[in-house]
């Protein structure tokens, strides 16, 4: 249920982004921490937080490094790429129909596609890219930046197998080593210019500049895994955990310097209220993912055809319900069919590529 409401969050902050054309001075928690964030990366933030926990105790439960990476391939990559092709194919020409092309503007639309560029996004996880589409909008070609995120989310996958070599289950301190590496960074960058690449767009690995911020938060929730026996669940704690949250964005700008402590400590406390059973939110499915890959795309849509009548707040409600539809058709039509697939590991070669086969003779 988190994650369902971390990927809401990011919805509710991107209708921002997306009326206004910026962030920066327009939504709410932008103006409420001084242009240090917006509920959004804060929300990002908290996936990758959830992300560290669930991760490695994915990678202990896991019989070999083969495995637990081919868990991680099929959770992330089927969902994606089908979002990917949907986003390119179907949502990208829908947004070249605007008031200078009535009839759409598709010929041109894919005849502009760079094809090498886009299959190297798609299997290096990186958010497709495309022209003439969405035009009138504030924030014009640009089909499902959401996206960007996945590729760093999975790097970090990858360096579990890597900080295990070094027997970080028996030596604890491993992870906090990374964790505090990663953290110092996040913080050099936080009080200088250092790192800050803002213009670089690289092929493989879209921009490095973000690795300590991802790092940080993902091996936050590490540690957590690491001494969750050790750590107390404790109001006053929380308390002070959220206080210090607000201080820094209110008043002495520090929240880089705040949230990974402070953050990561209040989704824990959340997470294990002794009395709300969070897991049984699940039981008509997963619907984080599918609302993370697809609401970008839905919001730009809906801005494009409706965003003269709608405000920031209409357009949340009215994106938000055909992305929960979206959603519910990824996780019932693709993820979990694949999910199913972890026990038969054998089949992954295949299954990317022969999915309506194993979906037609289950």
């Given at each position: 249920?988190?994650?369902?409401?971390?990927?809401?969050?990011?919805?509710?902050?991107?209708?921002?982004?997306?009326?206004?054309?910026?962030?920066?001075?327009?939504?709410?928690?932008?103006?409420?921490?001084?242009?240090?964030?917006?509920?959004?990366?804060?929300?990002?933030?908290?996936?990758?937080?959830?992300?560290?926990?669930?991760?490695?105790?994915?990678?202990?439960?896991?019989?070999?490094?083969?495995?637990?990476?081919?868990?991680?391939?099929?959770?992330?990559?089927?969902?994606?790429?089908?979002?990917?092709?949907?986003?390119?194919?179907?949502?990208?020409?829908?947004?070249?129909?605007?008031?200078?092309?009535?009839?759409?503007?598709?010929?041109?639309?894919?005849?502009?596609?760079?094809?090498?560029?886009?299959?190297?996004?798609?299997?290096?996880?990186?958010?497709?890219?495309?022209?003439?589409?969405?035009?009138?909008?504030?924030?014009p070609n640009q089909l499902n930046e959401s996206l960007w995120t996945i590729q760093y989310e999975f790097i970090c996958y990858l360096t579990v197998p890597f900080i295990a070599f070094f027997k970080v289950f028996r030596r604890k301190w491993v992870a906090v080593l990374v964790f505090t590496a990663?953290?110092?960074?996040?913080?050099?960058?936080?009080?200088?210019?250092?790192?800050?690449?803002?213009?670089?767009?690289?092929?493989?690995?879209?921009?490095?500049?973000?690795?300590?911020?991802?790092?940080?938060?993902?091996?936050?929730?590490?540690?957590?895994?690491?001494?969750?026996?050790?750590?107390?669940?404790?109001?006053?704690?929380?308390?002070?955990?959220?206080?210090?949250?607000?201080?820094?964005?209110?008043?002495?700008?520090?929240?880089?310097?705040?949230?990974?402590?402070?953050?990561?400590?209040?989704?824990?406390?959340?997470?294990?209220?002794?009395?709300?059973?969070?897991?049984?939110?699940?039981?008509?499915?997963?619907?984080?993912?599918?609302?993370?890959?697809?609401?970008?795309?839905?919001?730009?849509?809906?801005?494009?055809?409706?965003?003269?009548?709608?405000?920031?707040?209409?357009?949340?409600?009215?994106?938000?319900?055909?992305?929960?539809?979206?959603?519910?058709?990824?996780?019932?039509?693709?993820?979990?069919?694949?999910?199913?697939?972890?026990?038969?590991?054998?089949?992954?070669?295949?299954?990317?590529?022969?999915?309506?086969?194993?979906?037609?003779?289950?």
């Amino acid at each position: 249920m988190l994650r369902f409401l971390l990927a809401v969050a990011v919805i509710y902050s991107h209708c921002y982004v997306i009326y206004y054309g910026a962030v920066r001075d327009t939504e709410p928690f932008m103006l409420f921490s001084q242009n240090q964030t917006d509920l959004g990366g804060i929300a990002v933030n908290g996936f990758f937080i959830i992300s560290g926990f669930l991760i490695v105790s994915s990678y202990r439960h896991s019989k070999s490094t083969l495995e637990f990476l081919k868990k991680r391939i099929l959770r992330i990559y089927p969902g994606f790429i089908v979002a990917f092709l949907i986003s390119m194919l179907v949502l990208g020409p829908l947004g070249t129909f605007d008031q200078a092309h009535p009839q759409g503007n598709v010929a041109q639309y894919f005849e502009f596609l760079r094809k090498k560029l886009l299959l190297l996004n798609l299997f290096t996880l990186q958010a497709p890219s495309a022209v003439l589409c969405f035009q009138p909008s504030p924030l014009p070609n640009q089909l499902n930046e959401s996206l960007w995120t996945i590729q760093y989310e999975f790097i970090c996958y990858l360096t579990v197998p890597f900080i295990a070599f070094f027997k970080v289950f028996r030596r604890k301190w491993v992870a906090v080593l990374v964790f505090t590496a990663a953290y110092l960074l996040l913080v050099l960058q936080a009080s200088s210019q250092l790192f800050l690449w803002e213009g670089y767009q690289g092929k493989l690995i879209s921009n490095p500049v973000y690795f300590p911020r991802f790092f940080t938060y993902f091996f936050a929730g590490c540690c957590v895994y690491l001494f969750r026996r050790r750590l107390q669940r404790n109001h006053l704690l929380a308390l002070l955990a959220l206080s210090s949250l607000i201080t820094s964005m209110v008043w002495f700008g520090g929240f880089d310097l705040v949230a990974p402590f402070s953050l990561t400590y209040l989704l824990f406390y959340i997470a294990y209220l002794p009395h709300i059973q969070l897991q049984n939110f699940t039981r008509y499915g997963d619907f984080s993912y599918g609302t993370y890959l697809y609401a970008w795309p839905i919001q730009q849509l809906v801005m494009l055809f409706a965003g003269g009548q709608l405000t920031p707040g209409s357009l949340f409600l009215v994106s938000f319900a055909f992305t929960v539809v979206a959603a519910y058709a990824s996780w019932h039509g693709i993820e979990k069919h694949f999910l199913k697939l972890k026990d038969n590991p054998r089949w992954l070669p295949f299954a990317l590529f022969t999915f309506p086969v194993f979906s037609a003779r289950k």
